[in-house]
């Protein structure tokens, strides 16, 4: 079956940890996204990737960072730098030169 | 750097009423428009997506959105809806030969009584 899994899809953590939520995709999608989601915010782009082993900042970098060292895998790590973390992380994928967006299930991260 | 706006946050209907959600987008040039989805503990999906041609698009589940280019919206329809209808709807832009990133508006909560 293809598809994006996102793993966990709840996450608890203490302030001031670092914490990497997974994001693996099967659909031999070239581009690949995070955003967050918050109630009544709608989603915002934390990072995207074109292609392997390049990324660029979206509109809420701030506070987390990304590796893109295979084709099928995103993570994103929240540090404890973003002071706001807690949120519902959603990952995508695209396939070359589409504009449409395939979202995987979300990681729901909680900070306290 | 675009913008949009879904200016219902939640809308209530009883089933068969008909359904109009507002989207409006800053953008002067050419975009691309999407409906999306999210059904209470599922993923967002795609309801459906305008690039070019006939205004007015279909897409699942008997929706159906027109694109007005003079008034920067582009309003999600649907004549008669259903309780599993219930579901936050996300209206979003992107700007033709961008690097395909999506803008999100901050999503209409739709609650459909039976």
């Known amino acids: 079956d293809g598809g994006i899994t996102q793993s966990p899809k709840y996450l608890f953590r203490k302030e001031g940890q670092n914490v990497t939520l997974s994001c693996e995709q099967n659909l031999n999608h070239d581009a690949m996204y995070w955003y967050r989601q918050d109630p009544g915010q709608g989603l915002r782009l934390i990072y995207y990737?074109?292609?392997?082993?390049?990324?660029q900042k979206g509109d809420i970098a701030e506070g987390y960072s990304v590796s893109r060292e295979k084709k099928e895998s995103f993570p994103l790590t929240v540090t404890s730098a973003q002071k706001n973390p807690t949120a519902f992380y959603l990952c995508?994928?695209?396939?070359?030169?589409?504009?449409?967006?395939?979202f995987g299930p979300g990681t729901r991260l909680t900070v306290t | 750097a675009q913008s949009v706006s879904q200016h219902n946050h939640h809308v209530i209907l009883s089933e068969a009423a008909s359904l109009e959600l507002g989207c409006n987008y800053s953008?002067?040039?050419?975009?691309?428009l999407f409906w999306y989805v999210q059904y209470p503990g599922q993923h967002l999906q795609l309801l459906l997506k305008y690039f070019s041609g006939d205004p007015l698009v279909k897409g699942i589940k008997g929706f159906e959105a027109e694109f007005i280019k003079s008034k920067f919206s582009f309003n999600l329809r649907k004549p008669s809806v259903q309780w599993s209808d219930t579901a936050e709807y996300f209206c979003?832009?992107?700007?033709?030969?961008?690097?395909?990133?999506?803008?999100f508006g901050s999503g209409t909560q739709l609650t459909v009584l039976p």
């Open positions: 979003a832009v992107s700007i033709s030969g961008s690097a395909r990133q999506l803008t």
């Open positions: 990737s074109q292609i392997v082993n390049d990324f």
């Open positions: 995508a994928s695209s396939i070359p030169g589409a504009y449409e967006q395939y």
């Open positions: 953008y002067g040039g050419t975009v691309n």
